[in-house]
């Protein structure tokens, strides 16, 4: 993939437009893009992502473990496991290709090198995945309450 491609695609991801062009750029420079077939296994629930995937095209099936209920992703840009750019931690949900998947993978050890760099964009990090925890846990309280009833 060429870098321009990648950058193109990075860009095209919500999450990482905290980054400017310049740091798009040097993450696009260490980024991958990988093909999944279909039902290929990109993380197994347990395992600790080395990164976080940017869908390109394709479905991805997330299965939590235990008994939740699976969801799906088919938004090209979407950012799978964004915390394991930060994190180096087991994820309790596996993430499997419906069909022909493609996706740019991003390392963590790049994302966070540019932090250390950076640290304007480690506090934009940060910020950016309070806000979205703060509105996943946000979504789940109508669910809670209707459990305690």
Do not use: N, W
Request: proline share 6%; charged share 25%.
């Amino acid at each position: 993939m060429r870098l321009d491609d990648a950058a193109v695609i990075l860009a095209s991801a919500d999450f990482f437009d905290i980054c400017d062009e310049e740091q798009k750029r040097l993450l696009a420079f260490s980024s991958e893009q990988r093909l999944f077939a279909p039902d290929e296994m990109i993380y197994r629930a347990g395992e600790v992502p080395l990164g976080a995937h940017i869908l390109i095209s394709g479905t991805l099936k997330i299965q939590p473990e235990g008994k939740g209920k699976p969801s799906a992703i088919s938004t090209p840009g979407s950012v799978v496991s964004t915390i394991a750019l930060i994190l180096s931690k087991s994820r309790p949900i596996s993430i499997t290709a419906v069909v022909e998947c493609q996706t740019l993978f991003v390392p963590r050890a790049s994302f966070l090198k540019l932090c250390r760099q950076s640290p304007d964009l480690a506090e934009r990090a940060a910020d950016r995945i309070q806000q979205d925890l703060a509105a996943y846990l946000g979504a789940l309280e109508p669910v809670g309450a209707k459990m305690k009833r």
